[in-house]
């Protein structure tokens, strides 16, 4: 990681460490929709940004971990934070299930196929399919969750859980862009062709990019579920994936930090202009198209290569390889 | 001698297009190898049955005595044959070393878990992997290249971090796809250099080529094909003076 960017997340710590004692309880609030929807849009580049596998069905994944903690809760009286990590592991196993038939489709084909998941999921929970999802008025009376006995209930105590969770995926997320696994999905996103001539299993890395992305958007959707309390199909519209998906194209598709700042422009810009009332959404659609025009590669695009000079050893002749090079 | 490489009555069509009909060779083991023949001869379609990125419809594939038929891509690849492309097929937007590293993917076994938890394990086979992937880049002479991305390299450039990147899979044989097209005389020269170390390593090389100064200078054994069908095989010595190869690529006239 480079200097820059850690002196960038450092500040942007601090800056978010002090800002609920100065907020009020609104802006808390918009605040912590930015978290969820950074910890959305970071669990969407992994799929979108990372492995090139366009899917514009992300809200799906938000909905079945939140469905499954809501359950979880209201059901078996499970504490929610401990229903996190299972609903994560619900999304990530549902990811796996429905997307291992269609893997295989390329670019706009994919997109058409997770557009109808994500239409699927939300019907079904219309329909309260197994008699567990409430239909139409959805899953209330979630449990708060409490740490230590300590309940949290109020938005600044969200506020810190919420991007306690962003820092911690931020990090797992960087440590992962530089390691075999998330370079085998760079591959997959450059050329799958090449990647699987030069050994990668592409079906496995589609297939695991799938799951985890939709395993991350799961955990969020349960903190989500945490945070509301009353869950509804409603929260899960195909909107949902579409401002997602705009999220991680605006802030530079495979860039970490682009990212989560697309995640805070797309929440907050509207705020900025809720004085315009319905003409907001206009004035926000037409950045949109300009930003698209102007900087296609988003606002903060990805930086490579990865490594630094001072990462590479110094090259040691290749075993049996003769003396000099080719030069 | 025994072969690395035995195709048996290979046949792959395309439609009602016999791209390869029934073409047997073998691949000596440590030998270099040229495929020829005019364009549409089915060259690149034999090598992609070969890795796997085609399905043979008939015949036989074995490597090192174990059938290789039907068996996906990178399966292949991990047995020990890598590739090149007839039109370079690089990660553009990634450095070169990452490009390399593509090739230390099959050879490496840390999964997503060590890779967040970052276990002394990982670590050490990160390392490992890096050190190895610049040893292949100073292998090809691309050691002092290593952080520019791989669409900003020359094009002969390009072309050897693909044979870098596949010499990174530790292959058993590597089967070049047109190594020299669109490199000067220059950088040919330093090919058939490069070829003649790959062969020191122990590693079999297979290769489709136009330039013929270059298969001539760098092949043991020719296998020519016209039209998807073997039509003749030897030294080059032999090739040169084959009347059906002469005919296939000058034409009678010239003959």
């Known amino acids: ?327 | 001698m025994s072969a690395l490489l035995e195709l048996r009555n290979v046949t792959k069509s395309f439609g009602g297009l016999t791209a390869v009909g029934d073409v047997t060779f073998d691949v000596a083991k440590g030998s270099v190898v040229g495929l020829i023949g005019p364009n549409g001869a089915g060259k690149t379609t034999t090598f992609n049955v070969i890795t796997g990125n085609h399905r043979a419809d008939r015949g036989t594939i074995t490597f090192e005595g174990r059938s290789i038929g039907g068996l996906r891509t990178h399966k292949i690849v991990t047995l020990g044959i890598a590739r090149t492309f007839q039109n370079i097929r690089l990660f553009q937007q990634l450095s070169a070393v990452e490009n390399v590293l593509a090739g230390r993917h099959c050879r490496t076994r840390a999964g997503l878990l060590a890779a967040m938890v970052r276990t002394p394990g990982q670590a050490r086979e990160e390392a490992e992997a890096v050190a190895r992937a610049m040893a292949e880049l100073a292998f090809v002479g691309l050691e002092g290249r290593a952080l520019e991305l791989a669409k900003n390299l020359a094009y002969g450039d390009q072309r050897r971090l693909e044979i870098a990147r596949a010499l990174a899979t530790e292959p058993k044989l590597l089967v070049l796809d047109e190594p020299a097209g669109g490199m000067n005389e220059h950088e040919t020269d330093e090919l058939v250099g490069l070829i003649r170390r790959i062969q020191e390593r122990g590693i079999t090389i297979l290769l489709i080529e136009h330039d013929m100064s270059l298969v001539m200078r760098a092949c043991e054994h020719i296998v020519v094909l016209e039209y998807g069908e073997k039509i003749a095989e030897g030294t080059p010595d032999a090739i040169r003076a084959d009347p059906r190869v002469i005919e296939a690529y000058l034409g009678t006239e010239e003959a």
């Open chain 1, 1 to 327: 990681m480079s200097r820059r960017l850690l002196v960038g997340y450092a500040s942007a710590a601090v800056v978010l460490g002090i800002a609920p004692l100065f907020l009020d309880p609104y802006w808390v609030d918009v605040l912590n929709s930015v978290g969820l929807y950074a910890l959305l849009a970071l669990s969407l580049n992994l799929i979108l940004g990372d492995a090139g596998l366009f899917n514009m069905g992300q809200a799906a994944f938000y909905a079945v971990g939140a469905y499954t903690a809501a359950i979880l809760s209201t059901q078996l009286h499970v504490p929610i934070l401990w229903a996190l990590p299972v609903s994560g592991l619900v999304a990530a196993l549902f990811a796996a299930l429905v997307a291992r038939p269609v893997i295989h489709l390329r670019g706009d084909y994919l997109l058409i196929v997770t557009i109808g998941l994500g239409e699927i999921v939300r019907i079904a929970l219309v329909n309260d399919v197994f008699g567990l999802t409430g239909g139409a008025n959805g899953i209330f009376g979630i449990a708060r969750p409490s740490i230590l006995d300590h309940k949290i209930r109020r938005p600044q105590e969200f506020f810190y859980l919420i991007w306690a969770f962003v820092a911690l995926t931020v990090f797992l997320f960087h440590r992962l862009e530089q390691s075999r696994f998330g370079r085998a999905l760079n591959y997959l996103r450059e050329d799958p062709v090449a990647a699987e001539g030069s050994g990668v299993n592409t079906a496995r890395y589609k297939l695991l990019a799938f799951a985890l992305g939709a395993g991350w958007a799961g955990m969020t959707g349960s903190l989500y579920a945490a945070k509301m309390t009353i869950i509804s199909p409603e929260s899960f519209s195909f909107w949902e994936s579409v401002v997602v998906f705009l999220m991680v194209i605006l802030g530079g598709s495979g860039s970490i930090p682009g990212v989560l700042l697309g995640a805070a422009l797309v929440v907050m810009v509207p705020e900025f202009f809720r004085g315009l009332a319905s003409a907001r959404m206009l004035f926000f659609g037409l950045v949109m198209m300009v930003m698209m025009v102007v900087r296609p590669q988003g606002l903060l695009p990805l930086r490579a290569p990865r490594f630094k000079r001072s990462d590479l050893p110094r090259a040691e002749p290749a075993p049996g390889a003769a003396p000099g090079g080719a030069k």
